[in-house]
């Protein structure tokens, strides 16, 4: 497993980049952080760095609410829901 504290200050840049480029529909942007963290073997890291941005950004996430969300979001994508079918 990859230490949280194994993330750099780019592994940080690019989670946020990445988000920001997929919310501008930017699918340019989004290609060039993917190559780079290619090329760097940074794949894990930006991972975990999205987790921490995550928990940063929308704690509601971890509230019983939001995990009963993510549940019910689980359970539609393994019953092979798309987020175009499911209802919210």
């Known amino acids: 497993m990859i230490a949280l504290h194994g993330l750099t200050t780019d592994d940080h840049r690019r989670a946020a980049v990445l988000l920001k480029h997929f919310g501008d529909g930017n699918d340019a942007g989004?290609?060039?952080?993917?190559?780079?963290?290619?090329?760097?073997?940074?794949g894990g890291q930006l991972l975990f760095a999205l987790l921490v941005l995550f928990g940063h950004l929308l704690p509601e996430l971890r509230t019983s609410r939001g995990q009963e969300l993510l549940r019910r979001h689980v359970a539609a994508r393994a019953a092979g829901h798309t987020l175009d079918t499911e209802e919210p």
């Not at 989004?30 to 940074?42: F, K, M, P, S, Y």
Request: charge should be negative; proline fraction near 0%; hydrophobic fraction near 45%.
């Open 30 to 42: 989004v290609t060039a952080i993917v190559d780079e963290i290619d090329a760097d073997d940074r």
